[in-house]
């Protein structure tokens, strides 16, 4: 079976690095980006299948990042992480064609459970 | 509340609101770094890794204390975000239990324990939510400041003849019930309790001479 390949965008450098390398050790391929353009830039250039991506963040929005990435390939399925009492951005994010949100901070089995939702659903 | 007053309130939560968010991306880092330990432990062949037994029990403490900060920090961070709607529609369970969390620390220097008595069905009222917060952590300081050393303090909403009532009970039989009353209504904290309840458009009063305040709040702030 193929790794499922994965873009996580935060600007949180030690969180990213660190959720990444716990993703690639259950087997998935795993890019990084820590701002928006430079995530946008990994979509144009290598796509992921799935994009795990923060909201706030510096520059463009996690929420303008999703609307591009949708605008580029409306296949490629995002997951966002919002933070405590953002939950409005999650559900706006749902209506932009976000496949679910997460509570930061995150819960690794509950990331996976819905990765694989998000595959399943590409399937 | 006046409106420079509104708007000190809106800039303390504001900024709070914002710090709450730094602590949580400092919690996600340490909690993905102890995952992550977690994880290379597991794919660790047994009996290469020297005190495993006492690395795992380490790690479920930090894990612990992590959930704990989660806690605390989304509790702190719904409480900075009081202000941004004034009234607002509050389930005073939710109200409680927030307000439990906030305020345990008081309670525990003087061994108090605070702890909440849910209302079931669930009672919803339209208010201001920094007053009445303001107004519960009165009448819990208030106790506090009369009482001994020890035992509980119960905050439960419940209906009294039809009104939505918040109490705030304590719970002890050291205390001479007859000298509650007269200890209460003396503090300068029950004149601003008194303040807040009627700016609530509501009411605090003494449970006959138990000890228990009971702050009588309308079913809306516009009633």
């Known amino acids: 079976m193929d790794r499922m390949k994965i873009l996580l965008v935060d600007d949180e450098q030690e969180f990213v690095t660190t959720l990444a390398e716990r993703l690639e050790l259950r087997n998935m391929n795993v890019s990084i980006a820590m701002d928006g353009e430079a995530a946008l830039g990994i979509v144009e250039n290598d796509p992921p299948q799935i994009v795990v991506l923060d909201v706030m963040m510096p520059g463009l929005s996690g929420l303008e990042v999703l609307e591009k990435i949708k605008a580029m390939d409306s296949k490629i399925q995002v997951i966002l992480l919002t933070g405590h009492g953002a939950t409005k951005d999650g559900i706006r994010g749902m209506q932009l064609g976000a496949f679910d949100y997460l509570i930061k901070p995150i819960d690794i089995d509950e990331l996976i459970e819905k990765l694989n939702e998000a595959m399943k659903s590409m399937a | ?223």
Request: aromatic share 6%; charged share 25%.
């Open chain 2, 1 to 223: 509340m006046n409106h420079l007053k509104r708007k000190e309130v809106a800039f303390f939560g504001k900024i709070t609101a914002g710090i709450t968010h730094e602590i949580k991306n400092v919690l996600a880092i340490i909690q993905e770094s102890s995952g992550l330990m977690e994880d290379i432990l597991d794919i660790t062949e047994n009996g290469t890794f020297p005190h495993k037994d006492k690395f795992i029990k380490s790690l479920n403490r930090i894990h612990g204390q992590i959930q704990r900060g989660i806690d605390v920090t989304s509790r702190l961070n719904r409480f900075a975000h009081s202000p941004d709607h004034s009234p607002a529609s509050l389930d005073l369970n939710e109200i409680t239990e927030q307000m439990v969390l906030l305020a345990s620390r008081f309670a525990r220097l003087k061994n108090v324990v605070l702890e909440s008595s849910p209302s079931d069905p669930p009672l919803i009222i339209k208010s201001d939510p920094v007053s009445l917060e303001m107004a519960l952590f009165e009448s819990i300081e208030i106790l506090l400041n009369v009482i001994g050393s020890g035992g509980k303090i119960t905050l439960s909403p419940r209906k009294i003849q039809n009104k939505c009532v918040l109490g705030v009970g304590y719970e002890n039989t050291i205390l001479p019930e007859e000298d509650f009353m007269a200890k209460i209504s003396s503090t300068e904290r029950w004149a601003s309790l008194q303040e807040a309840m009627a700016y609530l458009g509501g009411s605090a009063k003494v449970f006959g001479l138990a000890p228990e305040i009971l702050l009588y709040l309308p079913e809306s702030i516009d009633d």
